[in-house]
């Protein structure tokens, strides 16, 4: 028998009163893999990362981690399993420092007791000093250029997201999904995101992402789901989505839907 693959999502559904937001979605990720999740505005996306990840509950369908049926689970506990994530709008600690928001990622992993908190113990100072040199760990790694120190907030947006992916990546994650991660960012920027992307593959952890950027869609994905009104479309290689008709007519043959910055919230109804 082959081993389960890492994230199964067997016809995942999710509605809010009348609105159906995910209608039925299935796909799976393998180990390493790279999946992107694409669809016009409104398409369910964001709903679908927040049934996976816990945040909510879905109204029927089965999330499986290795096999192992995580659909009920808190966010906590998902993370805990080795599923981390990045939020459409930011959800950084805006007034703690940069260092610190990658720290708090890492709270999960890095057990404290509350004892040696409190006197201040050697076994302590060294978790802490452990914690402080992976935050920064990963911050070289994102290719955080702004100040550590700073409140998060007082970061320019790329930089934010910069933080974010960081944030994401102490958990120690095996699957990591990035919701938008393009958003908001120039030219260069995506161009810096794209290598990112490359690098967090190559550490062996699976994608997956949601994204407008159709450049960098195709270029990073090795599969990509097209969901539409909540139902996935289809499910193929980019060169497949690309010249599929219903795909066409759906999404890539509309105008540009990239929404327009970091002040839409997921939670917005449109
Ligand atoms: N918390 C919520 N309450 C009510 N409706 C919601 C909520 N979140 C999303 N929706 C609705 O679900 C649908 C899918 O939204 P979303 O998952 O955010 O789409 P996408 O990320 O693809 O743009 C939309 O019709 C949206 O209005
Ligand atoms: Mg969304």
């Known amino acids: 028998m082959s081993a389960p693959p890492l994230l199964q999502v067997e016809d995942l559904r999710l509605s809010f009163g009348g609105v159906t937001a995910v209608d039925g979605l299935s796909f799976t990720v393998d180990e390493g893999d790279i999946l992107s999740v694409i669809g016009p505005n409104g398409a369910g996306k964001t709903s679908a990362f927040n049934c996976i990840t816990g945040f909510y509950k879905p109204t029927g369908g089965k999330v499986s981690l290795d096999g192992e049926d995580i659909t009920r689970l808190r966010p906590s506990a998902v993370a805990a399993k080795g599923v981390s994530r990045t939020f459409q709008n930011l959800r950084l600690f805006g007034e703690l420092t940069v260092l610190d928001n990658v720290r708090a990622g890492m709270h999960l992993r890095i057990k404290q007791n509350a004892i040696d908190a409190l006197l201040h113990t050697p076994r302590f100072r060294k978790s802490e000093r452990i914690a402080t040199e992976e935050a920064h760990k990963w911050l070289d790694f994102v290719g955080l250029r702004g100040d550590r120190a700073a409140e998060a907030r007082n970061l320019p947006y790329g930089e934010q997201r910069r933080v974010e992916i960081a944030r994401a990546l102490a958990r120690g994650p095996r699957l990591l999904l990035l919701d938008e991660p393009a958003a908001g960012l120039n030219h260069g920027e995506k161009n810096e995101l794209l290598d990112l992307l490359g690098r967090i593959r190559e550490l062996g952890i699976a994608l997956v992402l949601i994204e407008h950027d159709m450049g960098l869609v195709m270029q990073v994905s090795r ?48």
Not at 235 to 264: I, S
């Open 223 to 270: 599969r990509i789901v097209v969901l539409n009104f909540g139902k996935e479309i289809a499910d193929g290689t980019p060169e497949q989505v690309r010249n599929d008709p219903a795909v066409v007519e759906a999404y890539l043959g509309t105008e540009d839907e990239t929404p327009a910055g970091p002040a839409h919230a997921e939670e917005e109804i449109s």
